[in-house]
């Protein structure tokens, strides 16, 4: 009995030893199993106020309607980019996130891999300045060091480096995505020949800040001068008329008749336009857009009521919005929008047949058309006047049979095309075009302009209006706010008072607690 | 439960009787506030960037902040165990009616509760900031989500350490040499060339999870490998009692 009680105790260390080994080892591989897991799927959570970590809106689309595998390769290893590939690295950690099944991302040390780099240099024939490589199955874009910041050199001339001044990583990013992912880039063609707004000159009436974001939303941008022409440029997505002060001629409505006919899409900008005496100057595209529905008066629209701040009443900030795809973001955020001297632009009552028009944004009731242009000093609402709420803004949609009654083709009344054989079902061409026709007026070039582009909503209701007109409407949203800034202005008193509360007394009272429990120990 | 609780009671009167936590406190408070202080006068100046936030700096992005870490974590919890086995206490513990497990919770959160004691008084730095600029309340509550789910998994560390000798000292020494080994993975994780070990040191990367926390980025990885690690390390605590119960 005893021998065997002396056996078993001397098992038990053993058993126990091995059931501890194998409790171990269990506990080992549950634990890699689980981060294994969590490794592969996760989620990133943005705790800051302006959301500065966490993709904007629209890269956020952009990304999540990547449906083939791409890798984003960040290359690393130069020399003095510290603070900007760390602020990279992080933003594609961002993007592999929102979708990860198809987003991979990557990271080469040109330094430490100077095979990995060698491989990546002959195979895509990366320069200097490449900083990441989008690469899918049949494509690849190139991101350079150059688009991910903006830097400050004004400081090189006495020996300083450059400063950054801006991260535009997420930008350049989500261009290059867009390039990758779209079979198309959607060219814009802007009117030329009517005093229309500049693109390429700064100025109050400019589109120079405009165009830059085109270029980041992968339009294509060119220009056109209509008079004289045969017929809108080839390929053209969308025609653009900005704030003409010329007139147009017939000739050149019915180029743009043909062209809606055709599928066309059209976004038509225009100002309160004066001629020398100072009285309503005709486009000539007012009684060519009636046809559409679209009413457009000589007035200019006051707003005693508006939501600006330290300015007159002809300058209008409003979120009042109709219900439409272009709008709905502004309206869901409650962001609004600014037009400076702007004339009305709404639904007329007789719609022609086939055609939808949507009424995009509104001024507040007590807002109205000032109609009488020779006394500026004193105006007020009286019946000549156009009646608030006033819109500023509306949108078209026609199809089938309503393009065949498009106006400028025609004589007035009549309903025949300009070319009969494109309206017929016989002909089949124009008609054939399964995708609605798309316009949309504003009584405003200025929201557009240099000068407020960047005020409210002014740039999401542009580009959302571009978007739309184009058919991208998985690019609808907002554009975000800049992050908040913080600064602090101490002076010495402050800073003093802040040290002695934080390297003094709080300290102090601890030691002074800790000598009482030793004092309350030794009684 | 009453187990643990009675012992976390225990555990946690014993450390606010004790002069050597008081005086923790303050060594804890110097150095916390010589960053603050420090940070205020940096951002003060009109040349300082100001898209960074006193907190975010605050948070992890010193040397001294780790600093804090290494050294209170061993100071914390080289007593907890090795000081009962060597005083004798542990085998009457042991006797009670709790086990191992309870044991190693009740003064892992005890050990844990006084460690969220000691960084309360920071919260001071927040009004002091919100005195003096706009505050993003995110970050900062995302920065001490992190400076805890760090913390739980030192404080489990030191457990364990102290749970492996009966001398305070080598506790502490052994602490602080597997802490060492977590922030070794911040340098080899930046000299690691091949991809998939790249991804687990990343992963296991504090420096990088605490820069994170302190920009207001709270991602479910990082507090997976917290709550994981330390249920680990306190497993191994538990068994290593258990086995010295055998032996």
């Known amino acids: ?523 | 439960m009453n187990g643990v609780r009675a012992i976390f009671e225990r555990e946690l009167r014993s450390y606010f009787f004790s002069p050597m936590a008081w005086i923790v406190l303050a060594f804890v408070l110097l150095v916390n506030g010589y960053i603050f202080a420090l940070i205020l006068s940096f951002l003060s100046d009109a040349r300082s960037p100001g898209s960074v936030t006193p907190m975010r700096l605050f948070f992890g992005d010193t040397f001294f902040f780790w600093m804090v870490l290494i050294f209170i974590v061993p100071v914390l919890t080289m007593r907890l165990i090795s000081e009962e086995r060597k005083s004798g206490t542990l085998e009457m513990l042991m006797t009670a009616p709790v086990n191992e497990t309870q044991v190693v919770l009740g003064k892992y959160f005890a050990a844990l509760a006084f460690y969220i004691f000691l960084w309360m008084p920071t919260g001071i730095y927040v009004l002091v900031v919100a005195q003096h600029s706009s505050v993003d309340w995110g970050p900062i509550a995302s920065g001490y989500l992190g400076i805890f789910g760090i913390g739980s998994v030192f404080l489990a560390v030191g457990l364990l350490a102290s749970s492996l000798s009966k001398n305070q000292i080598v506790a502490a020494v052994i602490t602080f040499a597997m802490l060492m080994f977590f922030f070794a993975i911040y340098f080899v994780d930046s000299l690691v060339t091949d991809e998939t070990l790249k991804n687990i040191l990343t992963y296991m990367n504090l420096l990088q999870h605490m820069e994170d926390f302190g920009k207001g980025i709270v991602d479910t990885r990082r507090l997976v490998y917290y709550l994981s690690t330390s249920v680990l390390f306190l497993f191994f605590t538990s068994r290593a009692l258990a086995a010295k119960k055998w032996s």
């Open chain 1, 1 to 523: 009995m005893s021998t065997e009680k002396t056996a078993s105790h001397r098992q038990k260390p053993w058993v126990d030893g091995s059931l501890l080994g194998v409790g171990v080892l269990l506990a080992v591989g549950i634990f890699a199993m689980v981060n294994y897991l969590s490794m592969r799927h996760y989620e990133r959570f943005d705790w800051t106020r302006s959301k500065i970590y966490t993709l904007s809106e629209k890269s956020l689309q952009v990304v999540q309607q990547i449906d083939e595998p791409v890798e984003m390769v960040l290359v690393q290893g130069l020399v003095g980019e510290d603070d900007v590939l760390g602020a990279t690295e992080e933003l594609l950690d961002r993007y592999a996130a929102a979708n990860p099944s198809f987003v991979d991302k990557r990271v080469v040390d040109l330094v430490r891999n100077p095979l990995e780099a060698q491989r990546l240099a002959q195979e895509y024939e990366i320069s200097e300045d490449t900083a990441i490589i989008l690469v899918t199955e049949e494509d690849r874009r190139f991101v350079n060091r150059s688009d991910l910041a903006e830097y400050d050199y004004s400081g090189m001339q006495f020996g300083q480096p450059p400063t950054m001044q801006a991260f535009t990583g997420e930008e350049s990013i989500t261009r290059a995505l867009l390039e990758l992912m779209e079979d198309h880039q959607p060219k814009v063609v802007f009117t030329r020949g009517h005093g229309e707004a500049p693109l390429d000159v700064g100025g109050m009436r400019s589109l120079s800040a405009a165009r830059n974001y085109f270029d980041k939303e992968n339009f294509l941008v060119d220009t056109w001068t209509s008079l004289g022409a045969r017929e809108v440029p080839k390929g053209t997505d969308l025609l653009v008329i900005a704030g003409p002060t010329v007139g147009f001629l017939p000739e050149e409505l019915e180029l743009f008749s043909s062209y809606l006919e055709g599928g066309g899409r059209l976004l038509v900008m225009l100002d309160p336009a004066l001629t020398e005496t100072g009285l309503p100057l005709d486009l000539g595209l007012e009684d060519w857009l009636a046809g559409f529905g679209v009413g457009i008066s000589d007035d200019f629209i006051i707003d005693p009521e508006s939501d600006a701040a330290f300015v007159g009443p002809e300058i209008i900030a409003t979120s009042e919005y109709g219900v439409h795809p272009i709008v709905e973001p502004l309206a869901g955020d409650g962001a609004p929008v600014m037009f400076s001297l702007a004339r009305s632009v709404q639904g007329l009552d007789a719609v022609p047949e086939g055609m939808q028009i949507t009424e995009l944004v509104r001024t507040s009731d007590a807002a109205w058309g000032e109609t009488d242009f020779e006394n500026l000093d004193a105006y007020g609402f009286d019946e000549a006047d156009v009646p608030g709420p006033v819109a500023m803004g509306v949108a078209v949609t026609f199809s089938g049979s309503a393009r065949a009654e498009v106006p400028g083709t025609t004589e007035a009344g009549t309903t025949e095309a300009a070319n009969p054989e494109a309206v017929t079902d016989d002909a089949g061409g124009a008609l054939a075009a399964a995708s609605e026709g798309r316009l949309v007026v504003f009584g405003d070039l200025d929201f557009a302009s240099d000068v407020s582009v960047s005020n409210a909503g002014n740039s999401s209701l542009l580009l959302n209006t571009f978007n739309w007109l184009v058919q991208r409407e998985y690019l609808i949203s907002i554009e975000r706010d800049p992050p908040d800034q913080t600064r602090l202005n101490l002076d010495g008193g402050e800073l003093l008072q802040i040290v002695l509360l934080v390297l003094v007394l709080q300290p102090g009272l601890a030691l002074v607690a800790g000598f009482l429990v030793w004092r309350m120990r030794r009684r």
